[in-house]
């Protein structure tokens, strides 16, 4: 650890899921930013934080706040994260990192500019169980990967004023729920070099359902479905020649594993036993990063998350979904 001082930026559920497991891991929590002073207040009470912010302004400009986690709303990371890094932190921005490439490039360039880290909070990459997938592939006990198959499907709601289903929000299966098969397919296949989608539009215009058909770069094969209506298996399958690794549910939180062979032999049970969500992982991350000047990432470079930004527009561009901030 390199003793960084955490900021949170907004004070919605996935806030308190952060706090909390940065509280499991001990690190330094020191300030809380809210457009509500109330709602500020209430959220360092709970979490036992020094100073709470009635403003994302004052929070970036507290002297004693080194790095800031973005929990808004994809629509307002750009322009959040923006803020913090305007201000000399460091920044953890949710996923989806932002909306759309030219503002993921737009972030990514300004860190750069100012000499620091600003990465995406795929929580999942850091996660034990797929730092040892990891190593079972590049071990090659799967022998050569062929194919990867991924859900995330969730049964949350029809209420067309819920952040899911309004576009002004950024609403939709796809950058809520898809951002995570769709991430784990270039994590462990590469760029993909094809893209195929099919979507279902709710009411509002917002994608209830994502199906994704992509070819990466070695030939191998991704399908991805994302919901927001129903609640699926969420379970993950990586396939090669040797063997295969069937991830259990939830397949990207805290989970356990299975590698077996062709034959049914099993190879590996792998089990996770940690505390907290899991958020934690990433945090330690970001602050291995700072501490050895790697202020692209490692796990989940930078340019890549710009890069999958590119691919989720275009799964969008082919299922007809644009958000009112890109209208113009």
Do not use: C
């Not at 390199?2 to 907004?10: E, Y």
């Not at 009470?45 to 973005?70: K, M, N, Q, T």
């Not at 000047?293 to 989940?300: A, Q, T």
């Amino acid at each position: 650890m390199t003793g960084l001082r955490w900021g949170i930026l907004a004070t919605g559920g996935i806030a308190h899921s952060f706090a909390r497991d940065l509280r499991t891991a001990g690190l330094d929590l020191v300030a809380v930013g809210s457009r509500s002073q109330a709602s500020a207040t209430a959220f360092a009470a709970e979490f036992d934080i020094p100073r709470a912010h009635g403003s994302y302004e004052e929070l970036v400009a507290d002297p004693d706040v080194d790095i800031i986690y973005v929990s808004t709303p994809h629509p307002m990371h750009a322009e959040n994260a923006r803020l913090a890094l305007e201000a000399g932190k460091h920044a953890l921005v949710e996923k989806s990192f932002t909306v759309n490439r030219a503002e993921a490039e737009s972030l990514r360039d300004l860190a750069a500019a100012k000499g620091l880290l600003v990465m995406e909070a795929m929580w999942t990459r850091y996660l034990p169980h797929m730092i040892r997938i990891h190593e079972i592939i590049d071990a090659g006990t799967l022998g050569e990967v062929r194919a990867l198959f991924a859900d995330h499907t969730q049964k949350i709601t029809d209420d067309p004023s819920h952040r899911l289903n309004a576009l002004p929000l950024g609403g939709g299966a796809l950058l809520d729920l898809g951002i995570y098969p769709v991430s784990f397919a270039w994590d462990i296949l590469g760029e993909p070099t094809t893209v195929h989608a099919a979507a279902r539009l709710g009411d509002t215009g917002a994608d209830t359902e994502v199906a994704t058909l992509m070819v990466h770069g070695s030939g191998a094969l991704s399908t991805t479905v994302s919901s927001a209506r129903g609640s699926g298996p969420n379970s993950a399958h990586i396939v090669g020649t040797a063997a295969r690794i069937d991830i259990d549910r939830v397949w990207y939180s805290p989970t356990s594993f299975t590698v077996t062979a062709p034959d049914g032999t099993v190879l590996e049970r792998y089990e996770t036993d940690i505390e907290g969500r899991g958020m934690q992982f990433q945090a330690l991350a970001a602050e291995r990063f700072v501490a050895e000047g790697e202020l692209r990432g490692r796990e989940l470079p930078i340019d890549e998350s710009v890069a999958i930004m590119g691919t989720l527009d275009e799964i969008r561009r082919q299922i007809g979904v644009v958000y009112p901030t890109e209208e113009s």
